[in-house]
């Protein structure tokens, strides 16, 4: 792989001092950890690889699951010129300079791969000034991204590209890593004679979250501040465990999903569970606070309606008291209504009236139900023949435009939708 702008010589001085999870990055398929999904043995995309026949990709995954790495793998295992580019610093002049070359190379027979990182940070523009050059095969694509590429990637790129999806590593995975760095003389820490004890070890992968990169990042850290590695100086290096909350990105919707879904099947234990989780990663707390109003209302609704007056009195409180403190009406809030008996009913039934009003004629306001505060109204029938309800509850009187009289939508059976505990 020829050094470019965008990249470092990996056999020059810049690499002796990259950071370890740099040094220790797998060379080839068979040092490659984890994703066997993608690149096990027999999988079509490592076969893909082994056979120099790679399509234009996408690898979405979150960080230090191996993006880079299998797609620097590529450069060393294709007999295709490999140039990479980060979208971080990289313009549409970088990319039609890029095209200029590969179009060079490919009226010579040989082909172009170019690696896009973090392709989600090109703009639309931007990638449509790759998108004939895919399409026409001047290049092979592949794009790194920790974004759903549903959303940041352009359909019309999207569909000439395959998507592999990439998942945290297992623990067992970043383990391996550990060691492996741990024992490497070379491009390790195997020189210095740095050791770790089994449960600084397992705080390391624990904390660690599934991210290679911030594994290596912690051992090399306190490595630096001694070589016999203990749980406390694991703890120091970390300081914290790596969070995957994206504020915005498939995870914060995914996470708040698990929260509320968890409310709604009375689960205390993971409504907290998910709530701590949301709090840890820095979440707004009204975010979460609006989500469970909304809750108290869609889920436990009509089978106690102290539920909304809880799930406001903690917007107001969290609003009011802030952060940290503010977990305590949140946490309170979620105990309520996950243990609350729960009913869709006045979501079931909003559903059923607008459904009306979509599909139905919208007539006219019947018109013993308008005001009449003119003559000329009265000469026209308004508010002819209204029943005051409060002195006349015996008289049944019709409220729904007539084209919909008889239409119900609230049901307040408990056995059909809602339940009393």
Do not use: C
């Not at 010579?108 to 050059?133: S, W, Y």
């Not at 050791?195 to 992968?205: G, K, N, Q």
Request: hydrophobic letters at 40%; aromatic letters at 6%; glycine letters at 8%.
């Amino acid at each position: 792989m020829e050094p470019t702008l965008f990249s470092q010589d990996p056999e020059g001085d810049d690499a002796k001092r990259a950071p370890l999870a740099a040094r220790m990055r797998p060379r080839t398929l068979d040092e490659y950890v984890g994703q066997d999904q993608i690149v096990g043995p027999g999988r079509a995309l490592r076969r893909a690889i082994e056979n120099d026949n790679v399509p234009s990709m996408i690898l979405w995954g979150p960080p230090g699951t191996g993006k880079t790495t299998l797609a620097e793998i590529v450069a060393q295992s294709t007999g295709a010129h490999f140039t990479k580019i980060s979208a971080v610093n990289a313009g549409v002049a970088d990319l039609r300079k890029v095209v200029a070359e590969a179009q060079q190379r490919k009226r010579m027979g040989k082909r172009t791969v170019l690696f896009i990182d973090e392709i989600h940070r090109f703009n639309k523009g931007q990638q449509d000034a790759v998108l004939p050059f895919v399409e026409n095969g001047t290049i092979v694509l592949i794009g790194a991204t920790t974004e759903n590429p549903s959303f940041e990637v352009n359909s019309a790129l999207l569909s000439r590209s395959r998507v592999f999806v990439l998942q945290s590593l297992a623990d067992d995975e970043v383990g391996t890593l550990i060691d492996r760095a741990l024992a490497d003389p070379v491009r390790g820490l195997g020189a210095s004679g740095a050791t770790i004890d089994p449960e600084a070890r397992a705080v390391l992968i624990g904390l660690a979250n599934g991210d290679a990169r911030t594994a290596l990042n912690a051992l090399e850290f306190a490595a630096s501040v001694t070589l016999a590695i203990d749980r406390e100086t694991i703890l120091d290096a970390m300081q914290r465990r790596a969070a995957n909350d994206d504020k915005g990105g498939d995870n914060h919707y995914d996470t708040i999903s698990a929260f509320i879904k968890s409310i709604r099947a009375s689960d205390p234990d993971a409504a907290l569970y998910w709530l701590a989780r949301m709090i840890d990663a820095g979440e707004d707390p009204l975010f979460i606070a609006r989500r469970i109003v909304i809750a108290a209302s869609e889920d436990v609704g009509l089978a106690d309606s102290r539920a909304l007056q809880v799930a406001m009195a903690a917007q107001q409180a969290v609003h009011f008291v802030g952060m940290p403190e503010g977990y305590y009406p949140l946490a309170h809030a979620v105990l309520y209504l996950a243990t609350a008996p729960k009913s869709n009913a006045v979501g079931r039934a909003y559903g059923a009236a607008m459904a009306d009003v979509r599909e139905t004629r919208n007539d006219p306001v019947p018109l013993h139900l308008r005001n009449a505060p003119t003559g000329l109204m009265k000469d026209l029938g308004y508010g002819r023949d209204y029943h005051y309800a409060h002195d006349d509850y015996a008289v049944k009187q019709f409220n729904l435009p007539e084209n919909l009289r008889g239409h119900t939508y609230f049901d307040a059976d408990p056995a059909d939708g809602s339940e009393d505990d």
